[in-house]
């Protein structure tokens, strides 16, 4: 599948609506108006629907996030170009995509097996240079860390203090918190290695964070 006049149609008209939703940060926009999210669907119905601002099942019971809340958790991390960029939960591979196109250097972890190996190829294919890591999220990545920026797309039931040790002094984390049907968008300045500058951005709903490596 490639690019067209339809879905490019599709993607300004996405990013119009976005904007009407209260998505103002120019690169955000810009990325999502860039960034071919028909790429991530594997059904051919579904492609027809991509640039709908909906989510969408994909593999493993996971899904591909409604774009206004890839828009919205992108526009709090205020990324910078080469900021380094951890994100927990690589699932269909979009954010990641995202992020790249914000010019982030994105290191991404993946629990379910057969996302990762299926996202680390689509995302090669793509020209999208992504680190990706089959790994436990609450974790992180140590050996990489600091990083200037986390984003967790998954209902985290708590706020992972590993996380929170691999960011640098200055970065921020955004995180989905609860475990019912919504979850409280936070984000979390870190200031010093002990203290925390923690604000509330609205509800939304996302699958839940899971812990270990799945089949």
């Known amino acids: 599948m490639t690019d067209s006049f339809l879905f490019k149609g599709q993607r300004q ?4 609506e976005l904007q009407t939703k209260g998505i103002t940060h120019s690169g955000v926009l810009q990325a999502i108006g860039t960034v071919q999210r028909h790429m991530f669907f594997n059904d051919s119905i579904l492609q027809s629907h991509a640039y ?3 989510a969408f099942p994909i593999d493993a019971g996971q899904t591909i996030s409604q774009p206004y ?36 250097r994105v290191y991404s972890i993946e629990r379910q097996k057969q996302l990762y190996f ?16 089959l790994g436990d999220g609450y974790k992180g990545l140590p050996q990489f ?4 920026k986390i984003i967790i797309t998954a209902a985290a039931p708590f706020i992972p203090r590993p996380l929170l040790d ?10 989905p918190i609860g475990e ?4 409280k968008m936070l984000k979390i300045k870190k200031l010093s290695d002990n203290e925390f ?3 509330e951005h609205g509800t939304f709903s996302f699958v839940p964070m899971l812990g270990g490596i799945a089949e």
């Open 13 to 16: 008209r996405l990013v119009q």
């Open 52 to 54: 709908d601002d909906k």
């Open 69 to 104: 809340t890839v828009a919205f958790q992108t526009q709090l991390l205020n990324i910078q170009s080469k900021d380094k960029v951890l994100e927990i939960g690589t699932g269909s591979g979009y954010q990641a995509a995202v992020l790249y196109a914000l010019g982030a």
């Open 118 to 133: 299926k996202t680390k190829q689509l995302l090669k294919k793509m020209n999208i240079f992504v680190e990706t890591f």
């Open 145 to 148: 860390a600091p990083f200037d």
């Open 166 to 175: 691999q960011l640098t002094i200055g970065g921020i984390m955004v995180v």
């Open 180 to 183: 019912g049907i919504q979850q």
């Open 197 to 199: 500058e923690q604000s």
